[in-house]
Structure formats: C-alpha cells, structure tokens
C-alpha cells in the first residue's frame, strides 16, 4: 500500500472511531456522527483512488467518485445509494438551520460501516 493511501485510511479510521464514539456518548450530537461518517467514507474513496494512481479531487460530493473507481471496481455501484445519503452531512449540518435526527445518526452509522466494509479488502486490510 502506497503511504498516501495509508494516511488517508488511518484518516478515515479516526473519523470512523469518532463517529461511533459520538454515537455512544449518549448525547444528540447527531450532526457531528453524521459528518464524520461522511468523512470516512470520503476518505476511504480517495483512499482507493490514490491507491490506483487517480487524480484524488477536492470534493465531498460522494457519488461523484464512483464513476472514477467503476472501471477499476465495478462492485462499487452497490454504494451509491449510501453515498448519496451521506453526502448530505458533508456541509449542510455543519450550519444553523440544518439538524440530523437519530435516525440519520444510526443510517450514517450503517452506511459508513458498509463503505469501510466493502473497500477495505480492495486494499488489502481486514
């Protein structure tokens, strides 16, 4: 594994840990469990896409990534759906006038464990 793509993963283990850290406190802070689940999963895709050489871009628009792994990865596909979901806490909960509910909390949760899940052996990591 190339270093860049271990930083980003270590990167997006911490985001990872902080969300179901978060998660557990017991407190709302569901827009922060939501945006660092967002942020795991922004960091594994690019981790993927270093890994393989790819132009890395400067987005959080999730599903925008996709296409560029596809080619290199045609299971990924089966993401879209959660990556489209969590690319909504990317900003918009960073800022008054939007709240996440528990619900999107506990779904950011799911989504993110099954980006890590899939992309993960792509890398060779457990």
């Known amino acids: 594994m190339k270093r860049l793509t271990a930083e980003w993963v270590m990167k997006a283990e911490e985001d990872f840990e902080a969300a179901r850290e978060l998660a557990q406190a017991g407190k709302r802070l569901h827009d922060s469990v939501c945006f660092h689940c967002q942020q795991c999963a922004e960091k594994y895709l690019k981790a993927l896409l270093e890994e393989q050489g790819l132009a890395v ?22 993401l879209r759906r959660g990556t489209d979901f969590l690319t909504r806490f990317s900003v918009d909960t960073r800022y008054p006038g939007h709240r996440a509910t528990k619900r999107q909390a506990e779904s950011s949760l799911r989504w993110a464990q099954r980006v890590r899940d899939t992309i993960r052996p792509w890398l060779g990591l457990k």
Do not use: A, C
Not at 58 to 75: C, E, I, W
């Open 57 to 78: 871009p400067r987005t959080h628009n999730l599903v925008s990534l996709l296409p560029l792994l596809q080619p290199h990865f045609p299971g990924i596909q089966s």
